[in-house]
């Protein structure tokens, strides 16, 4: 349930992406890790906001510009200590889920990792939400100034929302406005008395006009509420599995009826103080996270210690032990045999030396490419879930998983025929060539998936980002890359292992 979620998160952000303004987008991503670096490492963690809290009579500023005196404790405060108060409860799911993981793992995968998806998440959504707001100011402006109504471009809801010129505005010979991001249209304010509408005002504004096609809005926001529920409860049950373990005394191991009792217990309970309590059941809840968040601070510290200690300790043990050999001896690195460069694309090599090529790659046979390369890559442009079937089988030796690679084979097939369909319908509809790119990088990682699992079957050293990024753009070289590189270490063979 987590990949899926995930998943279905990345896709809504993916298209949303896509349909936006790209380049802005990106910019903003850039911008924002700037500023995160510089505030978020050492300057917000060490700000009190010392002025901001001064009373009346104090000191306080007296031009009212000053902060809320109760802003640090509701927001930074409040963040800081709530996340150390989940560390010892998020600190036991992680390490059920991490077993045979080294350190560098769980320092990318649970610190890294989450910054950066952070980063990218809140600049694209936010930055969508940032710009459609300022567009939605200037329409105010302009139809205050041309038309002497502020609400003349207003849609006529009841929502703060004005709709977008899909063609150029001219007043008296003069062009006012140009709309260089067509089919994104309404633009909505943020309305502070419904910011939950913010989200849906996002998706709905992805519209598209055209005739009496209704745009991608309503798609996205039942798409987006369906991801959400799955968000929820992938996340009730790993909050369940941690509860449960505590309540077990640590066993790792109980009857799944007893996560379920868990799992309803938590939803209970959360309702009842909802019902009861409402906002100030909640306020009482967040002061309480942060009275309790305290002490564990305490407690992290020693544990960090704890962690170097533990470190010092293994380091030396392996190093008085004769016996332990070194992981690159025991795994050399090997190659593909087939590079993503090689095969078909040797050809180009061989026009530009004008076919003096080096013999070393002569020797090797990498001058031109075999009759193999040629069809295995054509066969995999137009056919690649047949390649990528022989694969998941090929490498599930025992048939053990056979179910699944038939569906993701399956998945992976509807997925190809989805984006050259979307892609077509683009030519109607631009709005449908995003859903055609989110098609097409799914299968992406599905690829990527599957090329992580043959390299650590064949010991073949990379990383996942060359292996993303060669799977997206490169995926007819990849399958055949996999396909032969499999035949010829026989995997898969009855007499290999």
């Known amino acids: 349930l987590a990949i899926v979620a995930f998943s279905l998160g990345m896709l809504v952000l993916f298209v949303s992406f896509v349909m936006e303004k790209t380049y802005y987008l990106l910019n903003l991503t850039v911008q924002t890790t700037g500023v995160y670096l510089q505030w978020s490492i050492f300057q917000i963690p060490f700000w009190t906001d010392a002025f901001g809290s001064l009373q009346p009579g104090e000191g306080r500023a007296v031009d009212d ?90 849609d006529g809801s009841s929502r703060p929302c004005y709709d977008v010129p899909q063609e150029d505005v001219v007043v008296n010979g003069t062009t006012i406005f140009t709309n260089t991001l067509l089919g994104v249209t309404p633009v909505c304010e943020f309305d502070s008395s ?32 369906f991801a959400l529920a799955i968000y929820f409860i992938t996340s009730s049950d790993s909050g369940s599995l941690v509860v449960d373990i505590l309540a077990s005394n640590g066993a790792m191991k109980h009857h799944w009826i007893q996560r379920v009792f868990w799992a309803f217990t938590e939803g209970a309970v959360a ?27 305490l407690f992290l510290f020693v544990m960090c210690t704890s962690i170097v200690r533990m470190c010092q300790v293994i380091e030396s043990e392996q190093l008085e032990d004769s016996g332990i050999v070194d992981a690159d001896i025991m795994l050399p690195e090997k190659t593909w045999g087939l590079p993503v460069f090689g ?46 079937y022989n694969i998941y089988s090929t490498v599930d030796t025992k048939n053990q998983h056979a179910r699944t690679n038939a569906m993701s084979t399956f998945f992976y097939c509807a997925l190809f025929f989805a984006m050259i369909a979307l892609f077509v319908c683009g030519v109607i ?61 026989k995997i898969g063979d009855s007499h290999s292992d």
């Open 65 to 154: 510009k000053a902060s809320a005196t109760w802003w640090i404790g509701a927001w930074t405060v409040f963040y800081m200590a709530w996340w150390v108060a989940w560390a010892c409860f998020v600190g036991i799911f992680i390490a059920r889920i991490s077993k045979n993981r080294s350190l560098h793992q769980i320092i990318i995968s649970v610190f890294l990792a989450p910054t950066a998806y952070g980063l990218i998440w809140f600049s694209i959504m936010g930055g969508i939400g940032l710009r459609q707001q300022r567009q939605a100011a200037e329409l105010q402006v302009l139809g205050e100034e041309y038309y002497g109504d502020a609400e003349y471009y207003h």
């Open 429 to 489: 509809n631009h709005g449908f060539v995003a859903l055609g790119w989110a098609c097409f990088f799914t299968n992406a990682c599905i690829l990527t998936s599957l090329r992580l699992h043959v390299r650590e079957r064949l010991a073949i050293r990379g990383n996942i980002i060359w292996d993303f990024l060669a799977s997206s753009f490169f995926y007819p070289q990849v399958l055949t890359q996999m396909d032969l590189q499999l035949k010829e270490e």
């Open 343 to 388: 095969g078909i694309f040797n050809i180009f090599e061989f026009m530009v030396s004008l076919g003096n090529v080096h013999p070393a790659r002569k020797s090797k046979g990498m001058d031109l490419p075999s009759q193999e390369h040629i069809i295995g890559f054509f066969k995999n442009l137009f056919l690649p879930f047949v390649t990528l």
């Open 271 to 297: 309702t009842a103080l909802l019902v009861a309590g409402g906002s100030d059941a909640l306020g009482a809840l967040q002061a309480a996270s942060i009275v309790f968040g305290l002490p564990y601070n």
């Open 194 to 225: 419904s910011s939950s509408s913010s989200w849906f005002n996002v998706m709905y504004s992805f519209s598209y006009p055209d005739g009496n096609f209704g745009g991608f809005g309503p798609f996205l926001s039942g798409f987006s509420i």
